[in-house]
Protein backbone atom coordinates (compact mmCIF):
# COMPACT_ATOMS: atom_id res chain seq x y z
CA UNK A 1 0.00 0.00 0.00
CA UNK A 2 1.21 3.73 -1.28
CA UNK A 3 1.03 6.71 0.51
CA UNK A 4 0.20 8.41 -3.00
CA UNK A 5 -2.75 5.96 -2.97
CA UNK A 6 -4.34 6.30 0.27
CA UNK A 7 -4.30 9.59 -0.16
CA UNK A 8 -5.89 9.42 -3.53
CA UNK A 9 -8.80 7.46 -2.17
CA UNK A 10 -8.92 9.68 1.06
CA UNK A 11 -9.12 12.87 -0.64
CA UNK A 12 -11.84 11.03 -3.45
CA UNK A 13 -13.98 10.18 -0.46
CA UNK A 14 -13.76 13.34 1.48
CA UNK A 15 -14.62 15.27 -1.71
CA UNK A 16 -17.62 13.38 -2.73
CA UNK A 17 -18.79 13.76 1.30
CA UNK A 18 -18.73 17.48 1.12
CA UNK A 19 -20.42 17.22 -2.12
CA UNK A 20 -23.38 15.40 -1.11
CA UNK A 21 -23.71 17.16 1.84
CA UNK A 22 -23.72 20.05 -0.01
CA UNK A 23 -26.40 19.00 -2.06
CA UNK A 24 -28.68 17.38 0.23
CA UNK A 25 -28.93 20.57 2.83
CA UNK A 26 -30.70 23.36 3.15
CA UNK A 27 -28.48 25.76 3.94
CA UNK A 28 -26.78 27.27 0.77
CA UNK A 29 -28.66 30.87 2.19
CA UNK A 30 -29.14 31.95 5.80
CA UNK A 31 -31.17 34.79 7.33
CA UNK A 32 -32.66 35.40 10.59
CA UNK A 33 -36.30 33.93 9.65
CA UNK A 34 -35.16 31.60 7.21
CA UNK A 35 -32.40 29.22 5.34
CA UNK A 36 -32.76 27.79 2.04
CA UNK A 37 -31.06 25.21 -0.47
CA UNK A 38 -31.60 23.73 -3.45
CA UNK A 39 -34.71 21.44 -2.70
CA UNK A 40 -36.20 23.09 0.49
CA UNK A 41 -36.79 26.67 2.22
CA UNK A 42 -37.28 26.38 5.52
CA UNK A 43 -38.83 29.19 7.86
CA UNK A 44 -38.15 29.72 11.63
CA UNK A 45 -42.05 29.93 12.64
CA UNK A 46 -43.65 27.84 9.78
CA UNK A 47 -41.60 25.20 8.77
CA UNK A 48 -40.07 23.92 5.83
CA UNK A 49 -41.63 23.88 1.98
CA UNK A 50 -40.21 21.84 -0.87
CA UNK A 51 -39.37 24.19 -4.06
CA UNK A 52 -40.33 21.67 -6.41
CA UNK A 53 -40.64 22.92 -9.70
CA UNK A 54 -41.40 26.23 -8.97
CA UNK A 55 -38.00 28.02 -9.14
CA UNK A 56 -35.80 29.67 -11.41
CA UNK A 57 -34.17 28.13 -14.17
CA UNK A 58 -30.35 28.50 -12.26
CA UNK A 59 -32.15 26.29 -9.46
CA UNK A 60 -31.94 23.91 -11.92
CA UNK A 61 -29.20 24.01 -13.56
CA UNK A 62 -27.33 24.18 -10.50
CA UNK A 63 -29.04 20.97 -9.32
CA UNK A 64 -28.38 19.13 -12.55
CA UNK A 65 -24.48 19.64 -12.67
CA UNK A 66 -24.31 18.91 -8.69
CA UNK A 67 -25.82 15.56 -9.59
CA UNK A 68 -23.60 15.04 -12.46
CA UNK A 69 -20.54 15.93 -10.27
CA UNK A 70 -21.65 13.14 -7.97
CA UNK A 71 -21.80 10.73 -10.42
CA UNK A 72 -18.61 11.16 -11.48
CA UNK A 73 -16.92 11.61 -8.05
CA UNK A 74 -18.68 8.30 -7.14
CA UNK A 75 -16.97 6.12 -10.17
CA UNK A 76 -13.59 8.33 -9.42
CA UNK A 77 -13.97 6.88 -5.59
CA UNK A 78 -15.06 3.73 -6.84
CA UNK A 79 -12.16 3.66 -9.04
CA UNK A 80 -9.67 4.10 -7.08
CA UNK A 81 -10.51 2.08 -4.47
CA UNK A 82 -10.80 -0.60 -6.79
CA UNK A 83 -7.07 -0.50 -6.75
CA UNK A 84 -6.75 -1.89 -3.79
CA UNK A 85 -8.63 -5.28 -4.78
CA UNK A 86 -7.72 -7.27 -7.69
CA UNK A 87 -10.53 -5.78 -9.94
CA UNK A 88 -10.15 -5.66 -13.65
CA UNK A 89 -12.25 -2.87 -15.91
CA UNK A 90 -10.93 -4.33 -18.88
CA UNK A 91 -8.73 -2.97 -20.82
CA UNK A 92 -9.09 0.34 -19.09
CA UNK A 93 -6.47 1.76 -16.23
CA UNK A 94 -8.75 2.06 -12.88
CA UNK A 95 -6.73 4.99 -11.81
CA UNK A 96 -6.35 7.07 -15.19
CA UNK A 97 -10.51 6.60 -15.27
CA UNK A 98 -10.61 7.85 -11.81
CA UNK A 99 -8.46 10.50 -12.17
CA UNK A 100 -10.76 11.80 -15.67
CA UNK A 101 -13.67 11.35 -13.61
CA UNK A 102 -12.44 13.25 -10.64
CA UNK A 103 -11.73 16.39 -13.18
CA UNK A 104 -15.00 16.11 -14.79
CA UNK A 105 -16.65 15.95 -11.13
CA UNK A 106 -14.92 19.24 -10.88
CA UNK A 107 -15.71 21.00 -14.00
CA UNK A 108 -19.32 19.75 -13.31
CA UNK A 109 -19.38 21.07 -9.63
CA UNK A 110 -17.64 24.55 -11.09
CA UNK A 111 -20.32 24.90 -13.43
CA UNK A 112 -22.92 24.30 -10.75
CA UNK A 113 -21.19 26.63 -7.93
CA UNK A 114 -20.42 29.29 -10.69
CA UNK A 115 -24.26 29.07 -11.77
CA UNK A 116 -25.59 29.57 -8.52
CA UNK A 117 -22.99 32.12 -7.41
CA UNK A 118 -24.02 34.67 -10.26
CA UNK A 119 -27.64 33.91 -10.35
CA UNK A 120 -28.14 34.50 -6.60
CA UNK A 121 -31.29 37.08 -6.27
CA UNK A 122 -31.55 37.34 -2.66
CA UNK A 123 -29.67 39.33 -0.18
CA UNK A 124 -29.31 36.77 2.05
CA UNK A 125 -25.97 35.64 2.92
CA UNK A 126 -24.49 32.53 1.66
CA UNK A 127 -24.74 28.89 4.07
CA UNK A 128 -22.11 26.61 5.24
CA UNK A 129 -23.87 24.39 2.62
CA UNK A 130 -22.88 26.68 -0.27
CA UNK A 131 -19.01 27.03 1.04
CA UNK A 132 -19.19 22.68 1.63
CA UNK A 133 -20.00 22.61 -2.64
CA UNK A 134 -17.42 25.74 -3.21
CA UNK A 135 -14.82 23.00 -1.11
CA UNK A 136 -15.79 20.03 -2.78
CA UNK A 137 -14.37 21.89 -6.39
CA UNK A 138 -10.42 22.20 -5.31
CA UNK A 139 -10.73 18.95 -3.98
CA UNK A 140 -12.23 16.98 -6.99
CA UNK A 141 -8.85 18.94 -9.05
CA UNK A 142 -6.73 17.79 -6.23
CA UNK A 143 -7.91 13.70 -6.43
CA UNK A 144 -7.79 13.79 -10.14
CA UNK A 145 -4.16 15.63 -9.71
CA UNK A 146 -3.21 12.47 -6.86
CA UNK A 147 -4.56 10.15 -9.58
CA UNK A 148 -2.88 10.91 -12.41
CA UNK A 149 0.69 11.16 -10.58
CA UNK A 150 -0.86 7.35 -8.77
CA UNK A 151 -1.16 6.03 -13.04
CA UNK A 152 2.36 7.57 -13.90
CA UNK A 153 4.59 5.79 -10.33
CA UNK A 154 2.62 2.28 -10.98
Not at 80 to 107: E, H, M, R, Y
Not at 116 to 125: A, E, I, L, M
Request: charged residues 5%.
Amino acid sequence: MNVLQISAVACAFISLLFLLIALGSDYWLQSNVSNSGLWVVCYSENGCRSFGMNVADYYHATRAFMFFGMIAGAVSCLGLCGNFFDVQFGFLSKTKTAAIASLVAALCVMIAMATFTGQKVSNDPYGWSFGLGWASFPLFLVTGALAFLLDGSA
